[in-house]
């Protein structure tokens, strides 16, 4: 299993420009979450998803928007980059057992607005 | 409101020196916490959570309900223990797991 997969790796955008992170996961999991790191920070929570067709806003997600068309796919819209949108973005997905709430994490995409 | 404190960004000890990362939280309920730890050039990945009462790579932590705590300790740190911790909380058990995370704690182990 390749686990949770993002891309692009790294990517610089123009202020007002917009773009799609993609995140795909092939381990059957309802859960799907986006964060952000900004620099010395931890991650905050920008979407998330409990299954195919139903997503919910997290801590901070003015300026995305999400999709859930499949169980597998997961992607991440930025509409008019800003730089404050400048920072490390981790997809994640995790299992629905009760007993396992686990995160797998992605290996994240380094966004830069300049 | 739920948050996650980690007050330490920075730990370095020597090599088989205890190392305690420290961890406080605040929330309402009944909390679910874990240990995540990125190794440089890997994905951020589960260490250990509080509900297995588990050791996993000499690491424990204990939730203390009085003190609101969930604090990381390993008595003899190795090299490869040199990464970035971060403690979260499960603030949603009902509804999608969401998790706060700590602003994290860099651990350099040095030889």
């Known amino acids: 299993n390749a686990g949770v997969t993002q891309t692009p790796k790294f990517r610089i955008l123009k202020i007002g420009q917009s773009m799609t992170l993609q995140c795909t996961q092939d381990m059957n999991h309802n859960y799907m979450y986006w964060y952000r790191q900004d620099p010395g920070m931890g991650l905050k929570l920008i979407y998330y998803?409990?299954?195919?067709?139903?997503?919910d806003k997290g801590e901070v997600p003015n300026g995305y928007n999400v999709s859930r068309s499949t169980t597998e796919d997961f992607p991440l819209r930025l509409e008019l980059a800003a730089p404050s949108q400048t920072s490390v973005y981790f997809c994640a997905s995790s299992p629905t057992r009760v007993s396992s709430y686990e995160q797998y994490f992605g290996p994240g995409t380094r966004l830069t607005v300049t | 409101a739920q948050r996650v404190t980690q007050p330490e960004k920075l730990l370095s000890v020597f090599k088989g020196a205890p190392v305690e990362l420290k961890c406080n939280y605040s929330y309402s309920g009944s909390p679910e916490l874990f240990w995540y730890v990125q190794y440089s050039r890997q994905r951020l990945q589960l260490l250990l959570r509080h509900i297995s009462r588990e050791s996993i790579k000499g690491f424990t932590a204990d939730l203390n309900k009085g003190e609101t705590s969930f604090h990381l300790k390993k008595p003899f740190a190795q090299e490869e223990d040199s990464a970035m911790y971060y403690c979260a909380l499960n603030r949603s058990k009902a509804a999608g797991n969401k998790l706060t995370f700590g602003g994290g704690t860099r651990v350099l182990v040095k030889p």
């Open positions: 998803s409990v299954g195919a067709g139903i997503t």
